[in-house]
């Protein structure tokens, strides 16, 4: 495989209900990008808008990987390989707020990491210190933003899972100052800033958490929601593509001094 690291990508990595992005799929090319990290990733590569995009299923195609088995060094580290200094995530999360109710699509400013079992960290043999003083790229939010109806703030939680939470921890991320709960945004954000690329998550909001919910949570939810709110949430992401510079400058490009 020869990879022309030239080439500036925009990455996009979809969660669930998010395995393909392409409207009308032509001119597909798929790459298999061997990593350090103990995986290899397969990225779709082809065009919108005459700019190159490169996508990664999160959970793999046929949605094997539960979230806190997923390789996010390995997919962070394939989408720089090929030139990606710039993603737009999506997240299937749970609400816990009645202000933002099932169907929302929120675009978070910060998150609360109390996973605990991930490698989330490129650097293990280095002292480098990242500063998370903006956790998202607010230049590429402010774009996504103007593409849709979205909520253009929001503080994300991220749980270790597979299991949902109890009533307590729900009641506890509320007074923590959570609005969203799910078990796949973190470590990714950070290690995309690790790498120097801007990073904004798409959150699709599927259901209230337990205790604010009366029904049992279910994974049917989220695909129920995601086939839903698919065609609008492609149609956001053509759009932010269609609006996103391919040369830019923006601080999380300078994030590692
Ligand atoms: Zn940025």
Known sequence: MSLNKEKKRIGIIG???????????????????????????????????????????????????????????????????????????????????????????????????????????????????????QPYCNRLREIISKQGNLINSGVYVCIEGPRFETPSEIKMFQKIGGDLVGMTGLPEVVLARERGICYSSICIVSNYATSLSENELTIDEVYEIMELKKTEIIEIIFKSIENMPIDYDCSCLHSIK
């Open 15 to 133: 969660g669930s209900g998010i395995y393909e992005i392409t409207k009308n799929e032509t001119n597909i090319d798929t790459k298999t990008v061997l990593t350090p990290y103990g995986d290899s990733v397969d990225v779709s590569l082809f065009k919108i808008d005459d700019k190159d995009i490169a996508f990664i299923p999160r959970h793999k195609v046929g949605h094997k990987v539960p979230p806190h088995k997923i390789n996010y060094r390995a997919n962070i580290y394939a989408l720089k390989q090929l030139g990606v200094n710039q993603i737009i995530a999506t997240n299937a999360v749970g609400s816990i707020k009645m202000d933002i109710s099932p169907g929302s699509l929120v675009l978070p400013d910060d998150f609360i990491d109390l996973s605990y079992k991930r490698e989330r960290t490129f650097y293990d043999d280095e002292v480098i210190h990242t500063d998370f003083t």
